[in-house]
């Protein structure tokens, strides 16, 4: 199992912020979407919010590659057209590469 941990902001409006959350209730969210994630061998993924920083977790198998995802996505039309509609409420981090979403981060410690 690998663990994926990665960041990003949403725009700092809470009338973006409330409607992203309501985008990412269980009874709004796509099947293909959630489909897209189980298919890449991502057993578990979990996004938390402070102020208009998100974070997410992800748990995948070993097979996990983040370069095969991207790949698979960019071939997603309805992928495509969810990033599309999350644009709409994220931005990069002042420090993400140019077209860059979600950073992952660096672990620094551990217990």
Request: glycine share 2%.
């Given at each position: ?92 981090l002042p ?17």
């Amino acid at each position: 199992m690998k663990r994926y941990c990665l960041a990003l902001d949403l725009k700092d409006d809470p009338h973006l912020i409330a409607e992203y959350e309501r985008w990412h209730k269980a009874e709004n969210s796509w099947p293909e979407i959630r489909k897209s994630i189980v298919d890449a061998e991502i057993w578990d993924m979990q996004i938390y919010r402070t102020g208009n920083r998100l974070f997410m977790i992800m748990e995948t198998s070993d097979q996990y590659e983040p370069q095969k995802k991207a790949a698979m996505d960019a071939l997603n039309p309805r992928v495509q057209e969810w990033e599309q509609l999350m644009w709409i409420f994220q931005q990069p981090l002042p420090w993400a590469k140019e077209g860059e979403k979600w950073v992952v981060m660096e672990q620094i410690f551990q217990l």
